[in-house]
Structure formats: C-alpha cells, structure tokens
C-alpha cells in the first residue's frame, strides 16, 4: 500500500487549503484514515481521523475549522482547511492502520505518506 498526500502550499492567514491522500491498493475502503502534523521541533500530532463508515473526529485546535473526508470509489481521503493560522504550519501526513491477525494476535500495520507541507503566513 501506497499513499501520496498533496494539496499542500503557501496561504495568508485565513485562507484556505485542501490537502488529498490518494491510496494505492484494495485496503483504503475498509479502513479508517488519519491526519496527521507535525511542526518544526514539535511532535507529530493527531489532527483528524475518518472511519470507513465516515465517522469523523478532529483535534480541538481545529474543530469547526478542518474537515474530513473521504471517496472510497477514489481511493482517497480529503482534509479541507479553513480559517488557516500561522499555528497550523506543518508537514501534514496521512496514515492507514490496518489490523491484522498473526500468531494468535491482533496487530496494525501502520502505513504514512510522504507528508506535505502547509505554510501559513500572518
């Protein structure tokens, strides 16, 4: 499994930007997708998730701001960002767990894009 994340780029304060994540492979309908950010000297925090049913959840600081979604014909996870700050600059990533079973266990395999960056000026 393969996923390219784009959309990323410059933009005032205020402005907004779509950021896709395209997923190769016959996982991406039946498993939930993640944003994910991480700024310069900060850790990559959580930032938005989607289930395969379209279940959404979404970090506090970008509530009302950010949505989530996805096109399972398409095989690809959208993240619309509006009202951008200068605190959402990052490198944003999309992920895919994927459980599995194993040996009598249950595990995750964890797939990452490549992660695309967002800039947001004041």
């Known amino acids: 499994v393969q996923l390219q994340a784009s959309g990323g780029g410059l933009v005032q304060a205020g402005g907004s930007l779509r950021l896709s994540c395209a997923a190769s492979g016959s996982i991406f309908s039946i498993n939930g997708v993640g944003w994910y950010r991480q700024a310069p000297g900060k850790e990559r925090e959580l930032v938005a998730t989607?289930?395969?049913?379209?279940?959404?959840n979404y970090a506090d600081s970008v509530k009302g701001r950010f949505t989530v979604s996805r096109d399972n014909a398409k095989n690809t996870a959208y993240l619309q960002m509006n009202s951008l700050k200068p605190e959402d600059t990052a490198v944003y990533y999309c992920n895919i767990k994927e459980p599995y079973y194993s040996g009598g266990y249950y595990l995750t395999r964890s797939y990452w894009g490549q992660g695309t960056q967002v800039t947001v000026s004041s």
């Open positions: 989607i289930t395969s049913t379209g279940s959404t």
